[in-house]
Nanobody
Framework: QVQLVESGGGLVQPGGSLRLSCAAS????????MGWFRQAPGKEREFVAA????????YYADSVKGRFTNSRDNSKNLVYLQMSSLKPEDTAVYYC???????????????????WGQGTQVTVSS
């Protein structure tokens, strides 16, 4: 059984920073890449970032590249999304996700992920 739980969301002013955490239970964390997605009201879910099994390889959406940093601590079953220089358009519910099978490169499509957290709200507003 796999369970993912996000935390760390909240309200922040433009230009501020937040660090999201995703705690994973079950064996899926140590054998798979992990991804971050977000969904704003009235919009489709979109890819944000992904990290490889080892944590060495990371992918980012063009909209967040240079501002967000994905990392993981496999010894603690935690993945992090450090968000800096936040913009109002970053406002969304953020989800962490895990694929069901191993792939060489971290997936970027939501359809490639089998397990999802409940989401944490991030609001960027002045």
């Amino acid at each position: 059984q796999v369970q993912l739980v996000e935390s760390g969301g909240g309200l922040v002013q433009p230009g501020g920073s937040l660090r999201l955490s995703c705690a994973a239970s079950g064996s899926i964390f140590s054998i798979n890449a992990m991804g971050w997605f977000r969904q704003a009201p009235g919009k489709e879910r979109e890819f944000v970032a992904a990290i490889s099994r080892s944590g060495v390889t990371t992918y980012y959406a063009d909209s967040v590249k240079g501002r967000f940093t994905n990392s993981r601590d496999n010894s603690k079953n935690l993945v992090y999304l450090q968000m800096s220089s936040l913009k109002p358009e970053d406002t969304a519910v953020y989800y962490c996700a895990a694929p069901s099978t191993y792939t060489v490169q971290p997936p970027r499509l939501s359809s490639q992920y089998a397990y999802w957290g409940q989401g944490t709200q991030v609001t960027v507003s002045s």
